[in-house]
């Protein structure tokens, strides 16, 4: 039987790969979200997850695409989930919704603050951190297999480094099962972050989470939400060809071969993709990484 729980894929020996999309809002989003979807068959991705909006009906649509890309396209399909906006029972109300729809695991995260607000403030009757969420899901549905983020560079709102890890160390001392990083561009920074983690008996496997950068325009505006570096190479190179989409996509896609290459080389135990519900970059880093034996 296909194994479901992300945990056993990543015990098992070969690097495991996943993609993530995000719930559409329009019309031309659902066709490009399914048309992706589609695309990606060939690129065999062990699971694929979508992520949880920052409030109103997009989160229903987290619900909705999950169930299609699973009993449509016949993916493992991780939701995330945040603390945002909602009460304990609501979260009680879509973890049993989520069970319903037969997924068996989660990315448990604290989510951002809502668009116009600066500073998280849970709900009344909600949660505060991720490592509550966990540890509510833990209480409420411990069959789950839970995914948490990580921040190989900071989570932005930390003061420092060593605080965020404790933080880190907190959530899967509260029960998740792996880690996915936010996007970086330097994997001297993956190496590092993991290495951190080790000595402070963070002992869950940390997959690397990783951005085909598909613009100049694209990579800007994205580094500038979640603050990662953009190395100066990578920069210039866009930037030579920021009026060509064929050539900034092949830029993207050398960039994050070169630097999957060197994660899985160095033990990395998989890779996920932001793909931005988009397949071109993913489809042609997928077969060079299957062509150099890096993937299975
Ligand atoms: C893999 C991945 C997937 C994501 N998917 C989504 C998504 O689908 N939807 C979405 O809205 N956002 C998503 N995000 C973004 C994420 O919601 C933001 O980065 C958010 O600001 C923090 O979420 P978290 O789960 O890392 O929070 P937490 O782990 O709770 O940390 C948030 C901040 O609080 C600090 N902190 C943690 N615990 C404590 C404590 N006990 N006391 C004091 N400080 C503490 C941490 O150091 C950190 O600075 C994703 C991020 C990643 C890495």
Known sequence: MKTQSIKEMLAAAAPVFSVEFFPPKTEEGARQILRTAKALQASRPDFVSITY??????????????????????????????????????????????????????????????????????????????????????????????????????????????????????KVVQGADFITTQLFFNNADYFRFVGRCRELNIAVPIVPGILPALSHSQLKRFCGFCQATIPEELEERLAAVADDEEASQKVGVDWAFEQIRGLLEGGAPGVHLYILNRSGATVALTERLRAEGLLK
């Open 53 to 170: 909006g920052a409030g109103g009906s997009t989160r229903e649509r987290t619900l909705d695409y999950g169930e299609l890309l699973q009993d449509i396209f016949g993916y493992e399909v991780m939701p995330h989930l945040t603390c945002v906006g909602h009460s304990r029972d609501e979260l009680r109300g879509i973890l049993e919704r989520f069970r319903k729809c037969g997924f068996h695991n989660i990315m448990t995260l604290r989510g951002d603050p809502p668009k116009g607000e600066t500073e998280f403030k849970p709900h009344p009757d909600g949660l505060a951190y991720a490592s509550e969420l966990v540890a509510f899901i833990r209480e409420t549905c411990p069959d789950f297999c839970l995914g948490v983020g990580g921040y190989p560079e900071k989570h932005p709102e930390a003061t420092d480094m060593e605080t965020d890890l404790a933080h880190l160390r907190h």
